[in-house]
């Protein structure tokens, strides 16, 4: 993934997992709605910022020209991924050097796995500043209910605050952004998100780039074991304009397999495991 997409996952990612505001409600069961979306937002914001739990797991990638599956470690250090499979076949002999040779750049140059902690650290800083300001951006309202595999959830629809002003570049897609969010009221965790780009939105007076209008995003979330929640499905269809050049977003994200791992785990032994440890069958 390109370091814009990066950056684009983890804003959407966690900017959409709490994308409701807290309003006054008129009736008893309005008013326990309200405070519904208010724990299920406080818990996403403080578990968003959560590192006390690392995971190795699958990540299975697609857009419409390559598809590709990575085994991933969390570590102290960052996250290091073993590229396995592309586009459904495992790595060529050729491939798997490739690979082999740039695992043990990593080991030879730990400056470049500081610059990539540091990427995945500036990423996730931003996310939880836009995170900080959804209170503001959004309206809701109470849509019923839904049955998953793990029971009945609750369904609010989204849309933007018209009194919302964005403080920045980030926040500025919240005031086109329109959607329904699901959460699981025993375990006050979202389970799904769908959301809508109803304009187009400008960054930077448009100098910057542009989103247009009809883009949509779908995140899925779910325990992945022992209580831990993880996003398990990334889709994002976008279209627009970055620093002049025209692009198009179409990704699709499947997270599997989750293992837990050592806390404090660095990212030399991470490799170890990658390189020595059998990966999980199957997809």
Not at 106 to 132: F, T, Y
Not at 256 to 275: C, D, H, K, N, S
Request: aromatic residues 6%; charged residues 25%.
């Amino acid at each position: 993934m390109a370091d814009n997409q990066i950056h684009l996952q983890s804003v959407f990612a966690l900017l959409l997992l709490a994308s409701l505001a807290v309003a006054q409600q008129s009736t008893a069961v309005e008013t326990s709605n309200a405070d519904l979306v208010k724990r299920t937002l406080a818990a996403e914001l403080v578990l968003a910022q959560d590192a006390s739990h690392p995971m190795r797991y699958r990540l299975y990638k697609a857009t419409p020209r390559l598809s590709s599956v990575k085994e991933i470690c969390e570590t102290r250090d960052g996250s290091v991924a073993r590229l396995i499979e592309i586009n459904g076949h495992p790595l060529s002999q050729s491939d798997e050097q490739k690979e082999e040779a740039r695992l043990e750049g990593l080991l030879q140059d730990p400056g470049r796995q500081r610059h990539r902690k540091q990427s995945e650290d500036q990423d996730a800083s931003r996310a939880i500043d836009v995170l900080r300001a959804l209170p503001k951006a959004f309206l809701y309202e109470y849509s019923g209910t839904a049955i998953e595999s793990t029971g009945r959830v609750a369904k609010f629809a989204f849309r933007p605050n018209p009194a919302f002003t964005p403080p920045n570049l980030e926040t500025q897609v919240l005031t086109a952004m329109t959607g329904e969010i699901w959460i699981d009221p025993s375990q006050e965790r979202i389970t799904r998100l769908e959301g809508h780009l109803q304009q187009d939105v400008d960054f930077g007076w448009g100098i910057l780039g542009r989103l247009n209008k009809g883009g949509w995003i779908v995140i899925e979330q779910a325990d992945v074991g022992n209580g831990q929640w993880r996003i398990v499905r990334f889709q994002m269809s976008m279209s627009g304009r970055v620093l002049f050049k025209n692009r198009v977003f179409d990704t699709l994200e499947k997270e599997t397999q989750f293992e837990p791992l050592p806390v404090g785990m660095g990212y030399v032994e991470a490799i170890r495991e990658l390189r020595s440890a059998p990966a999980p069958g199957g997809r």
